[in-house]
């Protein structure tokens, strides 16, 4: 009885270290392979009581099949893990990272399997800046996923045939941040074994790009499981990259299998109709006099050429860039037309630290004698600013 007795409680307590953040710390030093000894701090391989930390600027390849409590890339110093074609690294610790607080990235070659027992944080506090390439292989996430979590910036990349099987996804916009991205391409594709349709479509969707557009995936329950890919059959997508923006962020507007008529162009607009024009380009990126190529898909940058381009003598800057702080919202419009094909994609401008900015004209010039300089549309009062109207 008393053998009994011991052996479970050696096994509590392995369990107890294994998942825990105080577990033995054993870290990579120099670049190399993870099969080498004599580059880890305790001078043996990691085992399945370690918190596993790849930092101080090591590339570290594992070849082979690993399991170990905790890896954890990018704690306090640079750090990045890759997994080599077939190799497997597997966790027993309720969480794990891919960049705790330092840039960092884990790369998932084609064939291999990462499968973590608890969350996967991926740029989990300020300071992470950090990739996730899932190249053909698998990720396996037990427990909440989160993609700066914490004030970090996190990115997955799930790659043509690339797997990431996850079990929790937070609300209130936690588990994706505003700043951080699930890219999905090709054949890649996400899943969660329960009924997250709404809690994607609702917080999630501007977040999720497929093929490097925002929104273009398809959310589907189906056989117990929701499935995220990219959206098939080239259904028409009109969106922004993001939906909440600091003030001065560069605002990028994408589409993709619209009509692709040379003179379709696209608007920032304020307020809930068409007419209060912030600024607007043709779709291949010029303004008044231009729209001379078809450019079905792709995106344009609402940046000093977007905002404002043809009202303004080419030697004198722009006059209200960035845009103001305030809500708005884009819209597609057909073949220099005011015929809506896309949108209201909505978005917010936020302060940036420091305050809230405003609209600011030239230099030493009133916004009277600016709007005089050969403003070719009316001008209208937005966010306590005038902005122009494009004329047709």
């Known amino acids: 009885m008393k053998i009994r007795i011991a052996g479970m409680m050696l096994l509590v307590a392995m369990v ?27 001078g043996t391989l990691p085992t399945l009581v370690d918190k596993t930390v790849i930092n101080g600027g090591s590339t570290v390849t594992l070849n082979s099949s690993q399991t170990v409590g ?45 499968d973590l027992a608890g969350h996967l944080w991926t740029g989990f506090n300020p300071g992470a800046v950090s990739i ?29 045939g690339g797997v990431m099987t996850c079990n929790g996804l937070e609300g209130a916009g936690r588990s994706i941040s505003a700043d951080s991205k699930l890219n999905i391409y090709g054949t890649g594709k996400v899943t969660w074994p329960s009924d997250f349709v709404t809690l994607i479509n609702d917080q999630y969707i501007t977040r999720i790009f497929g093929d490097d557009v925002a929104g273009n995936v398809d ?32 605002i990028i507007i994408q589409w993709t299998d619209q009509p692709g008529n ?12 068409p007419g209060g024009f912030v600024g607007w380009a043709y779709t291949d990126g010029t303004g008044e006099g231009g729209g001379t190529t ?5 995106s344009v940058t609402a940046d000093y ?31 220099d037309t005011y015929t809506v094909i896309g949108g209201p994609a909505a978005f917010t401008v936020t302060p940036a630290a420091g305050g809230t900015e405003t609209a600011v004209p030239v230099a030493g010039m009133p916004v009277a004698s600016a709007v005089g300089l050969g403003l070719l549309g009316c001008a209208i009062a937005l966010g306590g600013a005038s902005f122009a109207r494009k004329r047709k």
């Not at 710390?25 to 670049?31: E, I, R, V």
């Not at 078809?294 to 792709?298: M, N, Q, R």
């Open 219 to 250: 959310v589907v329950f189906a056989d117990g499981l929701t499935t995220v890919t990219v959206k098939a059959g080239g259904a028409p997508i009109f969106t922004t990259d993001k939906s909440t923006y600091t003030y001065g962020e560069d």
């Open 294 to 298: 078809s450019v079905p898909s792709g």
């Open 16 to 42: 107890f270290l294994a998942g825990s953040a105080n577990a033995v710390t054993n870290t990579y030093t120099g670049d190399g392979d993870w099969e080498i000894p004599a580059n880890w701090t305790d």
């Open 305 to 335: 050429t977007f905002v404002l381009n043809e009202h303004l003598d080419p030697n004198i800057a722009d006059l209200w860039h960035p845009i103001p702080v305030g809500s708005y919202e884009a819209y597609f419009y057909e073949n």
């Open 70 to 114: 905790q890896i954890v890339v990018g704690d306090n110093t640079e750090g990045y893990l890759i997994l080599a074609p077939g190799s497997t690294l597997l966790t027993s610790a309720s969480w794990s990272a891919c960049g705790y607080n330092e840039v960092s990235s884990i790369t998932v070659e084609a064939g291999a399997t990462l």
């Open 262 to 273: 040379p003179l379709d162009w696209v608007s920032i607009e304020g307020g809930g109709s």
């Open 132 to 160: 996730l390439d899932i190249n053909a292989g698998t990720v396996i996430v037990g427990a909440q996923l989160g993609i700066g979590w914490n004030g970090g910036t996190g990115t997955i990349n799930v790659n043509d």
